[in-house]
């Protein structure tokens, strides 16, 4: 709980009470490594925040698995529409290593969004900065080259690079495995 207490902290200012009452409406859970956390088709029931892990959002396009989302430590993920709107799930979620989550379900984030501004300024900020990764990676896709996109993912993700697969990076970077294969024997550190 103290990571999820920090990143709060981090973007706003919370009060001890306010604290009690993240902690009241978080539940921890241990995943084991290639746990499915969501599976298409399922709805989505949490928002979770990775304390601990790497977790892979994904989609089954045509037979082929996209991977959308690398998320790591201290980082919240979720099939958004799906979780406001309790709507079947395009997404599909898996733990890569073991994790430790702190998730709140639906009604209890609710109470949060009704227990005062605190919550709601925290959840907009958040959400502002996923869409700016977000907007940051539609915009690296279409500017950098296949081996600049790698080079900024280790970079920016070292403890990734190590942990996830060749395949599942590949597909987060838009290419084929091979081709990072390539890409990665031309790189000296």
Known sequence: MKNLIKHI??????????VNLIEKHFVYEDVSA???LLKAGGTEGYINFLST???????????KLIVQYLVSENEFFT?????????PSVDNFEAITNCKLLK?????????KQSGDFWTNYV????NE????????AKDFQILTAKERYLKFINNSPQMALNVSIENIASFLGMEPQSLSRIR???TF
């Open 9 to 18: 902290k981090s973007r706003i200012t919370i009060t001890k009470d306010e």
């Open 34 to 36: 290639q746990t499915n």
């Open 53 to 63: 892990g790497i977790v892979k959002g994904y989609q089954n396009i045509d037979g």
């Open 79 to 87: 099939s958004l529409d799906s979780f406001m709107h309790q709507t």
């Open 104 to 112: 709140i379900s639906k009604p209890d984030f609710d109470i949060l």
């Open 124 to 127: 907009e900020i958040v959400t």
């Open 130 to 137: 996923h869409l700016n990764r977000k907007l940051e990676r």
């Open 185 to 187: 024997k031309q790189i």
